[in-house]
């Protein structure tokens, strides 16, 4: 089953006012004519029922889903959805677990990081809304970081991390393993502050079975957060 249910990170439930504010910030982005990137979560929610408003308003837009929970939702709101092959999309709206000041990201609470990341690949830019506590020092300062495995590798995948140092729970739903859209179990490691994020990425990709991790290394553009009622702007570094 999927891991990951409309609006549904895990953790902490940011405010809906927090999220409110956030998604009419990143709907000033959108134009008219644009195919958008729906992103998977309570800010990218957020940010879909605010769009889903402006299109009954007369927007015209067209949204690529990142979860299948997302496009039950777009749906349900009367959004209208394209494919990949309608690329490139204009930018990607999304949120994250963890953001680090040069705007590197943690994402997979919610366990569609792999669709999550294509589609932002195949966007002019990535938008990430996040309330203020997903600011972190440095990645892993939360304590988790997911990556989807293919169920066959779990025995192998298991043990390679457990020797990295990083020992993964598998993750459950409903009382068995939780299943990505794609199919695949869903492991969350124990970390602490990753000194070298871009080192265990390559680490991780390497172990045989690995699909993808949480670790979002230079995707994102900029970065709203939702601060005192309002919206600070964080803008990627040029060469960052």
Not at 27 to 34: A, I, P
Not at 206 to 233: M, Q, S
Request: charged residues 25%.
């Amino acid at each position: 089953m999927p891991a990951h249910e409309p609006g549904s990170l895990g953790g902490t439930a940011p405010s809906d006012g927090g999220l409110r504010v956030l998604a009419a910030r990143a709907l000033e982005l959108v134009r008219d004519g644009d195919i958008v990137g729906l992103g998977s979560g309570r800010a990218a929610t957020a940010f879909l029922r605010a769009l889903a408003g402006r299109v009954r308003e007369g927007l015209r837009v067209r949204g690529v889903p990142t979860s299948e929970a997302t496009a039950a939702l777009a749906r349900q709101l009367g959004v209208p959805l394209a494919g990949l092959d309608e690329a490139p999309l204009a930018l990607t709206v999304d949120g994250a677990d963890e953001v680090d000041p040069r705007l590197d990201l943690i994402k997979g609470y919610g366990g569609a990081m792999l669709r999550e990341r294509i589609v932002a690949a195949a966007s002019g830019r990535q938008v990430i809304l996040v309330t203020a506590e997903k600011l972190v020092p440095a990645l892993g300062a939360r304590g988790r970081l997911p990556v989807e495995i293919v169920p066959f590798a779990l025995p192998l995948c298991r043990r390679r991390l457990e020797a990295l140092g990083f020992p993964p729970a598998v993750r459950q739903a409903e009382g068995r393993p939780a299943r990505s859209d794609n199919g695949n179990l869903l492991l969350d490691c124990a970390v602490g502050p990753i000194q070298d994020p871009a080192a265990l990425e390559r680490e991780l990709l390497a172990i045989p079975g690995v699909v993808d991790t949480g670790l979002f290394l230079g995707t994102a553009d900029t970065v709203f957060v939702a601060e005192g009622g309002g919206v600070r702007v964080l803008q990627r570094a040029r060469g960052g």
